[in-house]
């Protein structure tokens, strides 16, 4: 998105009746207002542009992310997404293993085995 004059004059809070086109120097003030000078608003957009380029920056190398875990994620075979799908939660087995360490089980052992059986690699 392109800053425009609307929205500096917005944040720096101008009493302004109106402008022609994006001309920083037509601005009409309204009467009794305080004419707030050229280089302020100009900083002002410049300051805005900068947070929406990083912005759009930070956007483009998330959906980069996302789009390089998409195709990673397509790549698996079919047998690891269901065995990823089917495990128990990483806190539900981290208490397994608690317990399974304080009460001598193999609730967590068999739990996985489980999975591994019914889904076995192709």
Known sequence: MIIKIKHALAEL???YTHYLGEDINSIVW???ATEIAVDVIQAEMDRQQAIEDKTAT?????LARLEAEHAEWVALPEWTKLRMASY????TQLEMLYDDEINGTTT???AIALVKSDIPKE
């Not at 930070?58 to 998330?62: G, L, M, R």
């Not at 128990?88 to 806190?91: A, H, L, Q, T």
């Open 88 to 91: 128990p939660k990483w806190d």
């Open 108 to 110: 967590w052992k068999d």
């Open 58 to 62: 930070d956007d483009a190398a998330y």
């Open 13 to 15: 809070g101008a009493e």
């Open 30 to 32: 309204k009467d009794g």
